[in-house]
């Protein structure tokens, strides 16, 4: 078996791994990339971020077709949904981005082997193909951004029948009469607000007191309310005890999360929501002495370079946000280190969002992270009722959160629920990457009518000097 050799080897075409491996052949480095899947984009585009925003925005045209168009005029006598198609649209964005990473790489001159990969020695690898054979690499530098699996929880088995994960419920072959999904995360939500809207009976079992608990507070118990105002159900710190599955239904255990009386509920299906854990299994890390934490993370330096000199790591392997877009700006700040350069990432500005409707968006620290640092601050809030723009477009749930330090000014966190909050927060993001100031958004001017005045709006709140509330 010929050794072949690369400047870089990358394991895994996830997010991070595939722009990883794009900046390093704009570099000048040659680049050989490998996963196991046959389509590139990794969890990301083929089972996860692209595929379910794809049926979030098919699912809300259908609730729209049956609940909105008639307000607007738009008179609609009968809607019908074909579900196959549905999914078959969704398939097919998948796969047209598949086409197009798959032409970057040509474009770039990446080579691409599709097999999965372990570590012979520190700068090593082999790759076990589909059909049994194996290539042999050498690689200058490695880097593993192999991403993340669904996790669950003791007890509990995913078949992709009855009981599914994430990317079972992208491919359902019919509506479930009923469902309950256990985790209130971005992903239970997201994939429970496609289902609740195409007729499904949507429980949402939580183990903590509130959903999504890392964001902010005011923010979370208004998307509560609006989304069980949709037909969301919810229970919170209960935690799922047992599965039985009874003439084609499931019969589904309930307790409280401190314990307590339990309670049954039947259902058709079961979503498992609780997380994901890094994907660092069978790469033979032990063999070359790469650290791994108790949950199977790879710590890393500032670097991304592992406990070993040559081998980095980014994305959802690494402690941290396990987000698509983190993922890419770590494998970007990686190879620019390897190659001498001074790539870096700011954690201080990293944009999450839940793309339920109303989307909610969030960026830096929550009033309660705040409080508990004891950091001074302001606040300003703006809400889309006041928004002319939501109004125009009948979109008024939610509104506009900004903090900022009580003395410099300086934004500390903002978190939006409301139409389009996951592009409203890019212009945040912005502002803190150069230190900005509530006030310099107040003085920025916004066009008219547009969502974005009431990110203004609430920047000069925090002055007390709002002009539409």
């Known amino acids: 078996m010929a050794l072949q050799k690369a400047d870089l080897i990358v394991i895994g075409a996830g997010p991070g791994g595939y722009v990883a491996a794009i900046r390093g052949a704009q570099l000048g480095l040659n680049v050989m990339c490998v996963d196991k899947q046959s389509g590139l984009g990794g969890t990301c585009l083929n089972v996860g971020c692209i595929p379910s925003k794809a049926l979030l925005h098919s699912s809300h045209l259908y609730d729209m077709a049956q609940h909105e168009f008639a307000k ?30 798959d032409y970057l790489f040509k474009k770039n001159k990446i080579t691409r082997v599709q097999g999965s990969a372990t570590f012979k020695s520190s700068n090593e690898i082999i790759i076990t193909k589909e059909d049994g054979s194996t290539e042999e690499w050498l690689g200058k530098n490695i880097l593993i951004a192999t991403g993340s699996e669904v996790a669950t929880l003791p007890g509990i088995e995913i078949d992709e029948k009855d009981v599914i994960s994430s990317t079972g419920a992208l491919s359902l072959k019919k509506v ?99 997380g994901r854990r890094p994907n660092t299994d069978g790469l033979n890390l032990e063999k070359v002495g790469v650290a791994k934490d108790s949950r199977g993370f790879i710590p890393v330096n500032d670097k991304f370079e592992t406990s070993v000199s040559g081998i980095y790591a980014i994305g959802d392997v690494i402690p941290g946000p396990m987000l698509a877009h983190v ?19 700011n954690y201080d500005a990293i944009p999450a969002v839940i793309y339920t409707n109303p989307e909610v968006a969030s960026v830096g620290k929550t009033e309660g992270e705040l409080e508990e640092d004891r950091i001074p601050y302001n606040i300003g809030k703006f809400p889309f009722t006041a928004n002319s723009r939501g109004k125009a477009i009948g979109e008024t749930d939610g509104l506009v959160k900004i903090i900022a330090h009580k003395e410099s000014d300086k934004i500390l966190g903002v978190h939006i629920i409301g139409p389009e909050a996951g592009t409203l927060i890019a212009e945040i993001v912005s502002v803190m990457e150069f230190g900005g100031s509530a006030e310099d958004i107040a003085r920025t001017c916004h066009a008219h009518p547009t969502l974005n005045e009431a990110v203004k709006e609430a920047a000069l709140d925090v002055a007390g000097r709002a002009i539409h509330m």
Request: aromatic share 4%.
């Open 176 to 274: 479930p009469k009923s469902m309950i999904v256990v985790g209130g995360g971005y992903i239970g939500l997201e994939m429970g607000s496609v289902w609740r809207r195409l007729g499904t009976e949507v429980t949402i079992v939580e183990f903590m007191d509130r959903i999504v608990p890392a964001m902010d507070k005011d923010i979370i118990i208004q998307l509560q309310k609006i989304l069980e105002k949709q037909g969301l159900k919810f229970k919170l710190s209960t935690k799922v005890t047992k599965i039985d599955k009874k003439k084609g239904k499931l019969a589904v255990t309930l307790e409280p999360a401190d314990g307590g009386k339990s309670e049954t509920l039947e259902v058709e299906t079961l979503l498992m929501s609780v």
């Open 327 to 345: 993922a890419e700006e770590e494998g970007i700040a990686a190879v620019e280190n390897l190659t001498g350069q001074y790539g870096h990432v």
């Open 72 to 101: 607007h005029g738009v008179m609609v006598k009968k809607v019908d949904l074909d579900l196959k198609k549905m999914i078959a649209n969704k398939d097919t964005v998948v796969k047209e981005l598949n086409q197009g990473i």
